[in-house]
């Protein structure tokens, strides 16, 4: 992707409202345990969502778990 977006939990939620504020944190506090750490830029205390990695990583968890 030539233009990555980043977004920050509640605007992730805002624009996929499957996953709530509480569940994104939850994915993200677990995320070296959940492989999604790819998908998690940390700058200082901001945790950021890499759209296309976190969406790459869900169809992977999908294909991974049926």
Known sequence: ??????????QF?????AFTPSSLRWLLFNRANNGLDA????????V???E???VA???DHRQ???
């Open 1 to 10: 992707m030539d233009n990555p977006q980043f977004f920050k939990v509640e």
């Open 13 to 17: 939620a805002s624009k996929y409202p």
């Open 39 to 46: 998908a998690v830029i940390q700058l200082g205390r901001r």
């Open 48 to 50: 950021l969502i890499d």
């Open 52 to 54: 296309a990695a976190f």
């Open 57 to 59: 990583w869900l169809r």
């Open 64 to 66: 991974a778990a049926a």
